[in-house]
């Protein structure tokens, strides 16, 4: 029988400390995060900006519905490494922590799925919030404007509404996208010092607007890791 003061050998050998798990200081890549008055035309945008740059595009509504998809939500997962899976947890729980959010709340399900595809990198994503979330140093946060009666006039022909119903519906859009974005953060979506780029879809035209946007994310590098 071995005495109290000897040494046994582990039954199944010393492993050594367990490795910590691979970090990541930031996203694998840029993304491009689209913000914009209603009836701006943003959407139209995003998806044309998506063509030329090759980039998947995820709409607010696309954001909406994935974020309660739970099979969607894995298959995203799926491919994504350790490391960006790390990082995407990590600052969902920062924002829960700061804002004082609710893990099980609407807002939280889409902040998250944000983060996830934040990490992923190599995407467009509209609305939600998303240039606020993401790291300023990998991601091309731009604000999509245009005049009031631009803006009207669009939304009058696109849902077939009076001037008078499409005026209403642009208030009551821009209204519920910045009491969403209060809950995200304190910055306010009108001030344009919280874009790497603001344009004027109005004045420019789509095509004008996605070079400017394709010539921001060609000149926008990402840090070196080194």
């Not at 606020?132 to 006039?153: C, G, S």
């Not at 208030?171 to 306010?188: I, Q």
Request: charged share 25%; with cysteine.
């Amino acid at each position: 029988m071995a005495s109290r003061d000897s040494v046994e050998s582990p039954q199944h050998g010393y492993r050594g400390a367990a490795t910590p798990p691979p970090t990541l200081q930031k996203p694998r890549g840029l993304t491009v995060a689209i913000s914009r008055e209603a009836g701006s035309r943003g959407g139209t945008l995003a998806a044309t900006l998506g063509r030329a740059l090759g980039w998947p595009v995820y709409t607010q509504e696309m954001l909406d519905f994935l974020a309660h998809d739970e099979a969607a939500r894995n298959e995203l997962l799926a491919d994504l490494p350790d490391a960006a899976q790390v990082w995407a947890a990590a600052q969902f729980l920062e924002l829960v922590r700061m804002r004082g959010l609710s893990t099980t709340s609407d807002t939280a399900a889409v902040a998250r799925l944000i983060y996830v595809l934040g990490a992923r990198g190599d995407t467009v994503l509209v609305g939600r919030g998303a240039g606020f979330l993401l790291p300023i140093a990998t991601t091309i946060h731009v604000r999509i404007i245009a005049p009031p009666n631009d803006r009207v006039a669009y939304l009058s022909q696109w849902l077939r509404l009076t001037s008078e119903e499409a005026e209403a519906e642009v208030k009551s859009r821009d209204r519920r996208r910045a009491e969403f974005l209060s809950t995200l953060s304190d910055l306010n979506a009108g001030d344009p010092a919280g874009y790497d780029l603001v344009v004027n879809s109005a004045r420019l035209g789509l095509e004008a607007c996605v070079d400017l946007i394709a010539v921001a994310v060609r000149s926008k590098q990402l840090p070196d890791e080194s």
